[in-house]
């Protein structure tokens, strides 16, 4: 039988575990803040939501928008807070990756070198013992170590649920919140209860390692500090002094990055979506881009206010061509293609093929609804216009100036998003033109907007009015494939 | 001197409670409901024999079925929605047989309660730590009732946006 | 303009008595065609602004207006109206 001690490579992840736990809990909650309110149902209906942790009231007299409902948290609960969603989520999905890795590490290290006893129990009889184990910490006092281990019934439980239970649990929910895997796996969102109830169930796994870590330092110093602490630095109870110092150090070290942390993120934030966005990216590209989506919800899950995130131009120019049904509306596609083409409203919809198609929409922030759109399939327009060889993106420029449109995100500019050539033949690829059998409404994009489902919402670019194929972004805007890369410091692709 | 207060982060704590809500009316009442009957479960089964000291002096006998009737009757009172003013006055009583069943163990710990000089000091007790619990948690859930975090049967939340 | 187009949730379809009525009120603004400077019009739907812009006032709506000066080569403008405006000329 091994002996169930404390082994180099389980003291070495117990600390990075300290650093990965902590990060994402800080990243998590800042991601929380930008949309800081939790449903039960896909439709993320306004007034219907089980919590909030906001103050902010909306109008009831003016459109308002996600945007406006995003939260602002202190460096101290969120990383990096000053609501910073883009900073947030690239910290979260980086020590994810790093998280998993080392998870992964630790299952392969615990089942092969026998340690896994630790945490799985030997017998049923675990269970009485546990209850036992209970009812003497009710009473002020310390129950038994297993014989032989270096954990009480209780605690072995306990890890065993936060190991083997928990730490799955947080990354299938997570996992349950990406647009890709959604698209694809439809079913897989269904399991969790939906999108929503996948988020607050995610917000659950939150306060449970909340408690985990509450519960885990009170264990530590009823059972005794210095001893413990030496065991989880040098794998014995020996040099307590050292074991001390040693803990505080890394202690120090783990503030110190979080520090370092929320201060690149405040002052250097191009730099961190550039380097951390680098790594992210390349797992989303490798594990995400192959997913197609394939969703058909059916009509009775259509939301009956699908949310609403942008204001539309406020500008006259629009409003007339609303009030005369955008006749005078024209779409141009040019750049990088053999025939640049001009489109009226009629025209695209004369083009006939019509596509439709129901469909869950996830916006960044966390929100989402279920909604139908009909359009021109994407891969139509391509066999018309004809891409050149060198095209490789297409970048969509719309109606909006945000600086006049949209106060509450920060930055100016004419909207417009950057978008792979390679996902725009994806089967529910769609410029849409009607949204639930009606003209696309002014408030989600009219006349028209894109809709690519494996994306996170705010690739779906509304107000449409010019699409150019081009070889490269990195001459539009501020060089990031899109406003909110630009300005906010999102990740171009996002299938997460 | 409000620099000081800052400093001891009473001020930050309490903004920090005041940007967390609730709207789960139900789960809320049937929370205290089970927290409720759980101390009038406690009181019964040391009425009926369960009490560690036997026999126990009929005071206390008669403060145990006292509690119980209390807890059963402010449970009750929780769950009439056609009577707001009824509904608060259960959530008032809860609080103050948990109030008083705290005061009481603990008395019965320290100072002593006529007749049972072998409670003081007792604290190892388990199902008497667990009562304990128990009541505070229902206090703590009634002011998160009162402070706003939390809304009760039949009140439901106007966030009409 | 398909039949769809008539469905768009945003319009509002005008009577008759309204669209005289919008007339009698351009003609009394003196309003003017901003591409041909022509006077006739023909009066369209409308839209409210009020909800959907942020610079508009809480009355304010747009009414469309067509130029008809044959010649006119952008017929298609508007003019805003508040509400009482608009329901009570």
């Given at each position: ?496 | ?93 809860g609080s103050v047989v948990s109030v008083a069943s705290i005061a ?22 388990p199902i008497g730590s667990f009562a304990m619990v128990l009541a ?26 | ?89």
């Amino acid at each position: 039988m091994v002996t169930l001690d404390y082994p180099a490579w389980l003291r070495i992840e117990h600390w990075v575990n300290v650093l990965f736990v902590t990060l994402l809990i800080r990243s998590g909650i800042e991601i929380l803040g930008t949309h800081p309110k939790l449903y039960w149902r896909d439709d993320s209906k306004p007034g219907t939501e089980w919590a909030r942790f906001t103050r902010k009231t909306m109008p009831t007299d003016k459109l308002y928008d996600t945007l406006d409902e995003e939260e602002s948290y202190s460096s101290f609960v969120s990383l990096p807070g000053h609501k910073k969603l883009g900073m947030g989520r690239h910290w979260h999905f980086f020590t994810v990756i790093g998280w998993m890795l080392t998870g992964i590490a630790y299952y392969v290290l615990l089942f092969v070198t026998g340690q896994w006893h630790r945490y799985i129990p030997y017998s049923w009889s675990i269970f009485p013992e546990a209850w036992n184990d209970i009812l003497t910490y009710l009473s002020f006092k310390l129950p038994p170590l297993l014989p032989g281990e270096p954990l009480d019934a209780i605690q072995k439980l306990a890890y065993a649920a936060v190991i083997f239970l928990l730490a799955p649990f947080q990354i299938l929910t997570g996992a349950a919140q990406s647009p890709a895997i959604e698209a694809q796996f439809p079913w897989f969102v269904q399991l969790w209860g939906g999108r929503q109830s996948a988020r607050s169930l995610h917000f659950f796994g939150l306060l449970a390692f909340i408690g985990f870590i509450a519960v885990h330092l009170a264990m530590v110093v009823l059972w005794g500090w210095p001893q413990l602490n030496a065991l989880m630095i040098f794998g014995q109870v020996r040099h307590l002094g050292w074991a001390l110092a040693a803990s505080l150090a890394i202690i120090a070290a783990i503030v110190v990055v979080h520090i370092a942390a929320t201060v690149w993120s405040l002052k250097s934030p191009r730099t961190v979506q550039r380097v951390l966005g680098f790594v992210i990216s390349r797992a989303r590209l490798m594990f995400l881009r192959p997913m197609v989506s394939r969703q058909h919800y059916p009509r009775s899950a259509l939301s009956a206010e699908h949310r609403v995130n942008g204001k539309p131009p406020d500008s006259d120019e629009y409003k007339v061509m609303a009030v005369h049904h955008f006749v005078d509306w024209k779409l141009e596609v040019g750049g990088l293609v053999e025939h640049p083409m001009t489109f009226t409203l009629s025209e695209l919809r004369a083009l006939g093929d019509k596509q439709t198609q129901r469909v869950l929409h996830n916006c960044i922030q966390g929100w989402s609804s279920v909604g139908e759109w009909s359009g021109v399939p994407f891969r139509h327009l391509i066999k018309l216009v004809k891409p050149l060889p060198q095209a490789r993106y297409i970048c969509f420029l719309t109606m909006q100036d945000t600086g006049r449109d949209e106060p509450s995100a920060e930055g100016t500019g004419q909207f417009y998003e950057v978008l792979d050539l390679s996902l725009a033949g994806h089967p529910q690829c769609l410029l849409a033109y009607e949204m639930n059998g009606a003209p696309l409404p002014i408030k989600h994009g009219a006349p028209l907007r894109l809709r690519i489902e494996t994306q996170v919402g705010f690739k779906m670019a509304k107000w449409i009015n010019r699409i150019e194929f081009v070889s490269d972004y990195h001459a539009i805007g501020q060089g990031m494939g899109g406003w909110r890369e630009d300005n906010v410091y999102f990740d171009k692709d996002v299938e997460i | 001197m409000s620099t000081v207060v800052r400093w001891t982060g009473v001020p930050q704590l309490i903004s920090f409670y005041r940007y967390i809500a609730f709207n789960v009316p139900r789960v809320t009442t049937a929370v205290g409901i089970a927290v409720l009957l759980g101390i009038a479960a406690i009181r019964l089964y040391w009425l009926v024999g369960g009490f560690p000291v036997s026999p126990y002096p009929a005071y206390l006998g008669g403060y145990f079925g006292l509690l119980v009737a209390m807890a059963i009757l402010a449970a009750a009172s929780m769950v009439v929605g056609s009577a707001p003013g009824l509904v608060r006055f259960g959530w008032v009583l809860g609080s103050v047989v948990s109030v008083a069943s705290i005061a009481m163990y603990v008395t019965s710990r320290t100072v002593g309660l006529p007749g049972l000089p072998q409670l003081v000091r007792w604290w190892d007790y388990p199902i008497g730590s667990f009562a304990m619990v128990l009541a505070g948690l229902f206090v703590a859930l009634h002011g998160s009732v009162i402070t706003g975090m939390n809304v009760a049967y039949p009140q439901r939340r106007d966030w009409h946006d | 303009m398909s039949a769809t187009d008539t469905r768009r949730q945003e319009i509002i379809v005008l009577t008759d008595e309204h669209k005289n009525r919008i007339l009698d009120q351009i003609r009394h603004r003196k309003e003017t065609c901003p591409h041909c400077g022509g006077k006739q019009f023909s009066v369209g739907d409308a839209l409210y602004l009020g909800f959907l812009f942020r610079s508009e006032d809480s009355d304010a709506y747009m009414v469309g207006l067509t130029c008809t000066n044959p010649t006119c080569l952008a017929p298609r403008t508007g003019i805003r109206l508040s509400r009482s405006e608009l329901l009570n000329t």
